[in-house]
Nanobody, 121 residues
Framework: VQLQASGGGLVQAGGSLRLSCAAS????????VAWFRQASGKKREYVAV????????QYADSVKGRFTVSRDNAQRTMYLQMSNLKFEDTAIYYC???????????????WGRGTLVTVSS
């Protein structure tokens, strides 16, 4: 499955952004889809993992209560609604897909190109 992330941009602290992850030439049906992020000089970390079959979502503690994952019914797009953004949310955000559940980036085979989110303080 090919992925394309979009929606990044510059936002003030406290603001909101919605990222999209679109699947091309396939759907997300049967996959586990995750959002990861990587800040400058830091390791890639998971933000949220979503099971397309069971609708279950797991969020990293750092974003719980502020970020929300949703999907479209056509099974081709996943969204990450980010609210109350903080300076430390600044990173390149990636979406990824796997056939198994994991919060580890190395377990994901399919990756989209990242989209940059910059939060100004």
């Amino acid at each position: 499955v090919q992925l394309q992330a979009s929606g990044g941009g510059l936002v003030q602290a406290g603001g909101s952004l919605r990222l999209s992850c679109a699947a091309s030439a396939a759907t997300f049906r049967g996959y586990v889809v995750a959002w990861f992020r990587q800040a400058s000089g830091k390791k890639r970390e998971y933000v949220a993992v979503y099971g397309w079959k069971n609708f279950y979502t797991q969020y990293a503690d750092s974003v719980k209560g502020r970020f929300t994952v949703s999907r479209d019914n056509a099974q081709r797009t996943m969204y990450l609604q980010m609210s109350n953004l903080k300076f430390e949310d600044t990173a390149i955000y990636y979406c990824a897909a796997s056939t198994g559940w994991s919060t580890l980036p190395e377990r994901y085979k399919y990756w989209g190109r990242g989209t940059l989110v910059t939060v100004s303080s």
